[in-house]
């Protein structure tokens, strides 16, 4: 009886590896790609390099799967220790939040990114 659930837990494990395609992407089909809900500035590509999509804003979440606009760093903050990482890789657990970094300048650059409201502050 035992060996009969052994030899069903495998061969169940076996096709659920087998059909798990984890992040692959697929063939990319444009006429499946819908406009995002965001300025053009504020789009960038999604994982497979298929489709539009809206990017991360200062402030917003960030991760390898959920990437900020271009330009912008994924920057997470642990007690006394800051990380930054401009494109997380998608299989990396680093999360944090958007933001800028860099010279005053660059920082200038980017503050184009930011929401009219963060902006106004800024003037």
Not at 70 to 90: D, F, H, Q, V
Not at 96 to 117: H, M
């Amino acid at each position: 009886m035992s060996r009969i659930f052994l030899m069903v837990g495998i061969i169940l494990g076996v096709v659920f590896v087998d059909l798990s395609n984890g992040l692959s992407c697929l063939r990319c089909d444009k006429s499946k790609c819908v406009d995002p809900p965001c300025e053009q500035e504020h789009q960038i590509r999604d994982l497979c390099g298929c489709c539009n999509i809206c990017g991360g804003r200062v402030g917003d979440s960030c991760s390898g799967i959920r990437r900020c606009v271009n330009g912008m760093w994924c920057i997470a903050i642990t007690g006394e220790k800051a990380e930054a990482r401009l494109n997380p890789a998608s299989h990396e657990p680093f999360r944090g939040v958007c933001g800028i970094l860099g010279t005053s300048q660059e920082i200038l650059d980017a503050a184009s990114y930011l929401p009219d409201d963060v902006w106004d502050e800024w003037k």
